[in-house]
């Protein structure tokens, strides 16, 4: 009796174990059937894009793959893939550790400098040559060195020629000859004094001072005539010699007048185009290293040294201490660029490949969106953009290589090349039109056999 009760006792145990099972497994499987019902319209009512590698590589496919390491690639679908693609993310504090710092692109004039060499030069304009217009002999020399410094006025050295002096005695003749014939008849006066003008003008011609011309029709009538110098300066050239003869046109001395030189910069071919005149340059010279001199840019000139690939700029710059000497070299510095405002970036936030230009645009906290840019002039710390972001974007100026580090920055970059190459029917029209101005563009496909 008592085995028989155990018997059915075991049996109840069965059944009740069999049946809780049963009705656990259907519960579960109900639920599993109702998550899955409930999940399947979400994807199927979402349009599938494409499958994107999962380790993050710009390895895409329009159909379902396995990797080398067997992962299969993730389904990319509909309003996800401006998220998933062509973006940097990179938790607040990793941010934060790697230091990024970022700026926001601006209006601003961009001024730089060109640094160049130079020489001092005399200024051509202010060059005088002394030459008499007539044959005769040096008498005496005032001024007998080169180097030598004069002022306007001073006696450089005495000339005796016959030919002047006969035209001396011509004009003083004719003078005293109208004096005496003033009450003579009308045409006697007129032709006295026609010859007493063409002896003046003979004279003149010939460079005569005012004031020689005076002496010579005096009372004490000199046989020599005294050159005097037209410019205050310093001699250049002296090759006059006591007592030599010396024929019309011979230059006897060369005066220069040194309160204004030239500093000649040579500057490279490729910023020739940037060189304004009108704007002022500093200047330094190695003899004078506690000194700056401040000149004026007048002049570029139009021929290229095909040997060095240079132009020559002239500045003209006030020497009135004559502490400028001829030859100098100097060190000069030139302004470049144009007054007017452009959109600006720091030079430091571009990452040139040589190819082309990208930026990071900061899109929100930790996460960055590569931009490829279309640069224009520079400064010394900021470029000009003429393509690429707007005015106010914030751009990563700092840790451009940390963040490439952290976040396969060459993988979205690489992705940013695969979508501008897309071609696939409807996936290759969706990659086209999700390249917008701001260069936000959607991967493309990689069709990997």
């Known amino acids: 009796m008592k085995k028989i009760n155990r018997i059915l006792i075991i049996t109840l145990v069965v059944s009740a174990v069999g049946a809780g099972g049963y009705s656990l497994g259907s519960h579960r499987a109900d639920s599993e059937k109702q998550t899955t019902d409930n999940s399947k319209p979400q994807t199927e009512n979402r349009k599938l894009l494409y499958y994107r590698n999962p380790m993050g590589l710009p390895d895409t496919s329009p159909v379902p793959k396995k990797d080398v390491m067997g992962m299969d690639y993730v389904p990319v679908y509909d309003g996800e893939a401006g998220e998933e693609e062509g973006a940097v993310n990179i938790s607040v504090e990793k941010v934060q550790k790697l230091g990024v710092k970022s700026e926001a692109a601006s209006m601003r004039v961009l001024n730089r400098t060109i ?181 004026k840019i007048a002049f570029v000139y139009p021929t290229l040294n095909a040997a060095t690939r240079t132009v020559q700029v002239r500045i003209e710059i006030s020497n009135p201490q004559g502490l400028l000497k001829p030859s100098m070299f100097a060190n000069v510095t030139l302004p470049v660029g144009s007054n007017t405002q452009v959109l600006t970036v720091p030079i430091s936030a571009v990452i040139d490949s040589g190819t082309r230009q990208i930026v990071l645009v900061q899109r929100s906290e930790g996460r960055f969106e590569p931009r490829e840019v279309k640069l224009g002039a520079r400064s010394d710390d900021y470029v000009e953009i003429l393509d690429g972001i707007e005015e106010g974007e914030l751009v990563v100026t700092s840790a451009l290589f940390l963040i490439d580090a952290e976040s396969n920055l060459k993988a979205a970059l690489a992705g940013m090349s695969a979508a501008a190459s897309s071609a696939d029917g409807d996936l290759s029209a969706h990659a086209h039109d999700e390249l917008s101005p701001q260069g936000a563009a959607a991967p493309g496909h990689q069709h990997v056999k």
């Open 115 to 295: 640094h160049a060499t130079g020489r001092i030069e005399i200024d051509e304009r202010r060059t005088y040559t002394i030459a008499p217009k007539f044959e005769g002999w040096v008498e005496r020399l005032y001024v007998n060195s080169t180097g030598e410094a004069v002022r306007r006025g001073q006696a450089l050295f005495d000339v005796y020629s016959p030919e002047l002096v006969s035209a001396q005695r011509e004009y003083s003749i004719a003078l005293l000859g109208a004096a005496k014939l003033e009450h003579a008849d009308e045409d006697a006066r007129a032709g006295m004094k026609q010859l007493a003008d063409a002896s003046l003008a003979r004279l003149k011609n010939w460079d005569i001072m005012p004031g020689e011309i005076r002496q010579s029709t005096g009372e004490k009538a000199r046989r020599n005539l005294t050159y005097y110098a037209p410019v205050s300066g310093i001699v250049l050239e002296k090759k006059a010699v006591q007592g030599m003869r010396f024929m019309p046109g011979d230059a006897l001395y060369q005066i220069a007048d040194l309160s204004q030189v030239w500093v000649l910069a040579d500057i490279n071919e490729q910023d020739v185009g940037q060189i304004n005149t009108g704007r002022e340059a500093q200047i330094s010279i190695g003899a004078y290293p506690d000194k700056s001199f401040t000149g």
